[in-house]
């Protein structure tokens, strides 16, 4: 009878810490993904409105350059975080969409190609995740545990469409 009363008291318990880690762990994920939203809107704040609306031909400055060589640098570190799970499906879905259309676009493409060159020199990041998200909008960065891995795919996970 004992075991009967420790069974019916651990149970629910085991369950509420359960959901409780999980509530947490979303909370976390989110509060990660706001403040990369953050980054991206003080990125997106010093770029001229020709770079916004995607025209090549007109000069950078030096600001603007450098702020689109950030936003490259920040796609890759999002992708790598997408990679150790602190970024949702969801949420993933929406960005490498929105990351691999502004690198097709002027003067993003322009310097993106110049950053690869850099790259290759060593002089700048390796960019693995970009490198193939350029090549591949469906891009999804592997997991990087074996957990992670088998979570990503498990059964009760359903995409929700894109």
Do not use: N
Not at 89 to 112: C, V
Request: hydrophobic share 40%.
């Amino acid at each position: 009878m004992e075991w009967l009363s420790l069974t019916i008291a651990l149970v629910p318990a085991v369950i509420a810490w359960g959901i409780t880690v999980w509530q947490v762990r979303t909370q976390r994920v989110r509060q990660i993904e706001d403040v990369y939203v953050a980054r991206y809107w003080s990125l997106l704040d010093k770029y001229s409105t020709a770079t916004l609306r995607g025209l090549d031909g007109h000069s950078l400055g030096p600001q603007e350059e450098l702020a689109i060589r950030l936003y490259f640098r920040l796609s890759e570190d999002e992708a790598d975080l997408r990679s150790q799970g602190w970024v949702s499906d969801d949420t993933w879905r929406d960005w490498s969409g929105a990351i691999s259309s502004q690198m097709h676009r002027q003067p993003f493409a322009r310097l993106w190609v110049e950053t690869l060159e850099d790259a290759e020199d060593g002089r700048d990041y390796e960019f693995k995740h970009l490198r193939r998200l350029w090549h591949d909008r469906a891009y999804d960065p592997p997991p990087s545990g074996t957990l992670r891995g088998w979570l990503r795919r498990a059964p009760w996970r359903r995409s929700t469409g894109a």
